[in-house]
Nanobody
């Protein structure tokens, strides 16, 4: 079982990035996929989640209206479109799989290695 993130990079304030999470060894059908991030010196925090069971999506208040999570069932990938990026969005972003969407990272069974997002001011 493996999750692999891609799409991170350096962008200026107000710019956009699209992160992708690809799964191998299992299908997303029975899982919820969440995105978390961790900035230097800070705890890991939940950013967004999509539930495959009912298609519901969830967003942290800090990213609501700027980030969009979506899934491509055929490709077994989940994307996080990030617009209007701010310096405070700078962090390592991780995707993770759980039985249901949760803001608690301990609910997630599988994790990717993370991808760095840096937003310059």
């Amino acid at each position: 079982v493996q999750l692999v993130e891609s799409g991170g990079g350096l962008v200026q304030t107000g710019g956009s990035l699209r992160l992708s999470c690809a799964a191998s060894g299992f299908t997303f059908d029975d899982y919820a996929i969440g995105w978390f991030r961790q900035a230097p010196g800070k705890e890991r925090e939940g950013v967004s989640c999509i539930s495959y069971s009912n298609g519901n999506t969830y967003y942290a208040d800090s990213v609501k209206g700027r980030f969009t999570i979506s899934s491509d069932n055929a490709k077994n990938t989940v994307a996080l479109q990030m617009n209007s990026l701010k310096p405070e969005d700078t962090a390592v972003y991780y995707c993770a799989a759980a039985v249901f969407c949760s803001w608690q990272d301990y609910e997630y069974n599988y994790w990717g290695q993370g991808t760095q997002v840096t937003v310059s001011s």
